[in-house]
């Protein structure tokens, strides 16, 4: 696992370089017995889903090689305003990445097994200021 986790984060970083930071990124063991993984990606600068997707598998196989992704079973692109993805940056905040998280309940969900492999919840914040920065004072 140590493998794989060392390179999502290299994975992490070469999108980043080009695109911008990550909001989150993380890695879910799907709980079926094949042993499938599904990765779990939020961004501000997700704009054409289609490509940033194209953009993150290429860069997936560039890091891993070809044939070596088959540990995973989907890519999930969602909004850094989501809930879920909320929750996961509180849960993970603070923590060494990436981290290991086991029978972790969010939302009312039992995750078995997940890791962060970013949680820049500074981003989030940041944002969120921005907003209310660019609200006119009331008259």
């Not at 600068?45 to 989907?74: A, C, Q, R, Y």
């Not at 972790?104 to 820049?120: K, S």
């Amino acid at each position: 696992m140590d493998e794989i986790l060392e390179k999502l984060k290299e994975v992490s970083k070469k999108i980043s370089d080009i695109k911008g930071p990550f909001v989150f990124f993380g890695l879910f063991k799907r709980n079926a017995p094949e042993n499938k993984w599904d990765i779990v990606i939020s961004a501000y600068w997700f704009s054409k889903k289609e490509d940033d997707l194209v953009l993150f598998i290429e860069t997936l196989k560039s890091v891993f090689g070809d044939n070596n992704i088959d540990f995973l079973e989907t890519i999930q692109m969602v909004s850094p305003d989501d809930v879920f993805i909320k929750e996961f940056i509180k849960t993970s905040e603070g923590k060494t990445l990436p981290s290991e998280f086991k029978d972790c309940q969010i939302q009312n969900i039992i995750f078995a097994d997940f890791y962060v492999i970013e949680n820049n919840s500074n981003i989030i914040e940041n944002s969120a200021q921005a907003e209310t920065s660019n609200i006119p004072p009331q008259q």
